[in-house]
Nanobody, 127 residues
Framework: QVQLVESGGGLVQAGGSLRLSCAAS????????MGWFRQAPGKEREFVAA????????GYADSVKGRFTISRDNAKNTVYLQMNTLKPEDTAVYYC????????????????????WGQGTQVTVSS
């Protein structure tokens, strides 16, 4: 089992920045790729960003490219999402996810590829 706890969410004005953190515990040695997803009210959960175990591969949704940066510190079992130039449409609950399957060249972007999920942290961007 892997437990994931997100933090760093909050209320910010448009154009501002936030840094989300996701701390993992439990069988962290089994983790491969890590991802961030988000879900806005009335919408389906969607992919935001992902990073491989080595951090050599990353992937981003088109809507956040150039604004968000995913990173990880394996020594701390923590993955981060730096969010800059935030927009009201970024408002959502942000979820961290861990993939424990065999590593692949391309980081997974599908919800079903991830095995463990955190409880989420609310990000609200005011206009």
């Amino acid at each position: 089992q892997v437990q994931l706890v997100e933090s760093g969410g909050g209320l910010v004005q448009a154009g501002g920045s936030l840094r989300l953190s996701c701390a993992a515990s439990g069988r962290t040695f089994s983790m491969n790729a890590m991802g961030w997803f988000r879900q806005a009210p009335g919408k389906e959960r969607e992919f935001v960003a992902a990073i491989s175990w080595s951090a050599r591969s990353t992937g981003y949704a088109d809507s956040v490219k150039g604004r968000f940066t995913i990173s990880r510190d394996n020594a701390k079992n923590t993955v981060y999402l730096q969010m800059n130039t935030l927009k009201p449409e970024d408002t959502a609950v942000y979820y961290c996810a861990a993939d424990v399957s065999e590593p692949t060249i391309v980081v997974p972007i599908l919800i079903g590829a991830y095995d463990y999920w955190g409880q989420g942290t609310q990000v609200t961007v005011s206009s």
